[in-house]
């Protein structure tokens, strides 16, 4: 059975960092797109930065520059190294497997439970 438990989340204050880390168990991470979600109170879940099976990854316009999606396949690990934190970062993340990379929500099937990460002024 696939499992995928985040964590790293946590409370920082604008321009700091976090580094998010996604543990997997069941399968290993080159049999799917691998891919960060947020979402923050009253908006939709939104892509932020994924990992397709040959190691590309692709970023929202809007962690560009700040985020970087990895991976250690030795610990079937995924991370999410977030710098520059702004307060507009606050939700909750997620990270997906699934067999298509896409900004669709719908298109994954495994899901974490989350962890939280707040970005204060």
């Known amino acids: 059975q696939v499992q995928l438990v985040e964590s790293g989340g946590g409370s920082v204050q604008a321009g700091g960092s976090l580094r998010l880390s996604c543990a997997a168990s069941?399968?290993?991470?080159?049999?799917?797109?691998m891919t960060w979600f947020r979402q923050a109170p009253g908006k939709e879940r939104e892509g932020v930065a994924a990992?397709?099976?040959?190691?590309?990854?692709s970023y929202a316009d809007s962690v560009k520059g700040r985020f970087t999606i990895s991976k250690d396949n030795a610990k079937n690990t995924l991370y999410l190294q977030m710098n520059s934190l702004k307060p507009e970062d606050t939700a909750m993340y997620y990270c997906?497997?699934?067999?298509?990379?896409?900004?669709?929500?719908?298109?994954?099937?495994?899901w974490g439970q989350g962890t939280q990460v707040t970005v204060s002024s």
């Open positions: 069941g399968y290993t991470y080159s049999r799917y797109c």
């Open positions: 997906a497997a699934g067999a298509l990379c896409s900004d669709y929500a719908g298109y994954f099937g495994y």
């Open positions: 990992m397709d099976r040959d190691g590309s990854t």
